[in-house]
């Protein structure tokens, strides 16, 4: 496990968008299949919500495996967005099953401040009611309940930000259980908390750049929607090349420059301890 230096968090980006241009169409044409699946799912009431929860590890070890595929220079292949159904299924199922139960226990925490209105929105899938506007009676309870599960919700996403890449031993990785692939996750993240913090602002700068853009460039109300749907469709395949990308720059060995970098981009670690 690599402790890395704070600037590698805004490298995560580029090479992100470096692997995804490397095969945009194939990487859109995924998108969308992996989006229909979901949306098929979700008209399955409850049932659906379960089933997409639970497969989430899967699909996020399948988009690890292609970003990994195209970073080695192989040709990424519509049967490589069920490859994480290859690796450990039954142990990324289980990472489904622990993240769906740590997340209901985040939210039913926050019941006491508003009274389950975010609840009901996260799990269940309710519309939120008028009195969570602004002014409303119940916006500050739920402004505060939010905050109160972003904060509970960090360590829990720690645990399983790479913890799908890990049972999958994708790039290589010797494939671990579910127990220490959440150990290993949550403490790879909170050691490299600098790099985080600059990805995660780098990311939330690219998108309101490109939306504020869009605006601006795009003056027709019915065109919008399908210019952002398009950035949309850009920017989520960079987004799971980005998790690759941190992934194989924190549990790589310092051998060789970052996927789609070249000398001057490459990551660089302020330590290199062993996992």
Sequence with gaps: MNIVSTRNGWLWVLQGFSIFRKS???WILLVLSYWSMMALLSRLPILGTVLATLSLPVFAASFAIMAHEVAIGGRLMPALLFSGFRRSPRTLLALGAMNMVAMVAVFACTYPIDG???MGLAILGKPLPATVLPGGADSGAFMFASVVAGLLAAPVQ????FSPMLVAGVAGQK???AAQSLFYSF???WRNWRAFIVYGATLSTVFVFIALALQLVVRSDKTLPVAMFAMVLVLLPTLFGTFYASYRDIFSPRTAPGPGTTDDTSPTSDDT???
């Design 158 to 161: 720690s645990a399983f930000w």
């Design 24 to 26: 945009p169409a194939i």
């Design 273 to 275: 301890p062993s996992s």
């Design 187 to 189: 403490f790879a993240c």
């Design 175 to 177: 494939p671990l259980g």
């Design 116 to 118: 389950g209105i975010l």
